[in-house]
C-alpha cells in the first residue's frame, strides 16, 4: 500500500502537467481551437486529430488544451476573489463586539442556507452576457462564506493575544492588524479550503456551461466542451463526451487530493 504522504506527489505533479499543457496550448495546440472543418465531422481519435473532432469538425485536442485555460483560470480567480473576501469579513467579524459578530454569522449562514447557484444565476442575470471574468467574479462572491465561518473562528482565539489588544491600543487599523498579525496566524488553517474553492470553482463553471447558463459555446472550456454531450449521445461520439470529462475529472481529483493533504497536516 502506498504511503499516505506520498500520494500528493503524484497529484502535484499531474495537476502541473495539466496546468502547463493547458498553458502552453498556444506552442503545443497552435491556430484557433474554434475553427470548423466541414470535411472532419464526429471523426473519432486519429493520427490527424488524436481526440477526434466534434459535430462542427472542431479539433477536440486544441479546444480541451484551451479550453484547460480558461477552466483554471476561472478556479483560481474566483477562489482569489472569494478568499479576499471571506478573510476581510470573517477577520472583521471576529475582531467585532459579540453583538455586531452575531449579526455577521447569522447573515453568513442565512447566504449556506440558500443554494448557491440561484445566487449565481440571478447575479449573473443582473450583469448580462457571462464572460471568463464575470463567471469568475460571480463564483468567487458567492462561495465565501464558509472560509468565513473558519476565519471568524481563528481569529476569535487570535484576538485574545497581548499584541492584538496592544496594537488596537495604540490605535493600529483593522488592515494593519490583519495584514501584520491575523492573516500569518489563520492562513494555514483555511490554506485547505482554499485549494477545495479552486476546484469547487471549475466545477461550479462545468455545471453553469453544461446547463447552458454559463459561458456560451464560443468561449470553449472544459464546461462548454461538456455541454456537448447531449449531442454526442445522438450520434454516439464517446470521445466528446468522455475525454473532456476525463481532464476535468483527473483535475478536480488532484486538486482534492491536495486539499485533503493540507487538512490533515501532513
Known sequence: ??????????????????????????????????????DAL??????????????????????????????LFVGVFASAISALIAMVYGAAAGLAARPLDNFLMRFSELLLSIPSILYVVSIQAILGKPTVVSISVVIGITSWANIAKIVRAEVRQIGKSEYISASRLMG??????????????????????????????????????????????SAVSWGTLMSLSQDALLTNSYWIICIPTLFLVVTLVCIVNIGEYLRKGY
Open 42 to 71: 464526429n471523426m473519432p481519435p486519429n493520427a490527424e486529430h488524436i481526440f477526434g473532432t466534434d459535430q462542427l469538425g472542431r479539433d477536440m485536442f486544441k479546444m480541451i488544451l484551451h479550453g484547460g485555460r480558461v477552466s
Open 172 to 217: 493600529a487599523r483593522f488592515a494593519y492588524i490583519l495584514r501584520r498579525h491575523l492573516l500569518p496566524n489563520f492562513i494555514p488553517s483555511i490554506m485547505f479550503m482554499l485549494i477545495y474553492n479552486v476546484s469547487q470553482a471549475i466545477a461550479a463553471e462545468a455545471t453553469l456551461s453544461f446547463l447552458g447558463l454559463g459561458l456560451p459555446p
Open 1 to 38: 500500500m502506498l504511503n499516505e504522504k506520498l500520494k500528493p506527489v503524484y497529484s502535484i505533479s499531474l495537476l502541473l502537467l495539466i496546468a502547463a499543457v493547458c498553458v502552453c496550448a498556444g506552442v503545443i495546440a497552435p491556430g484557433d481551437p474554434t475553427r470548423m472543418d466541414f
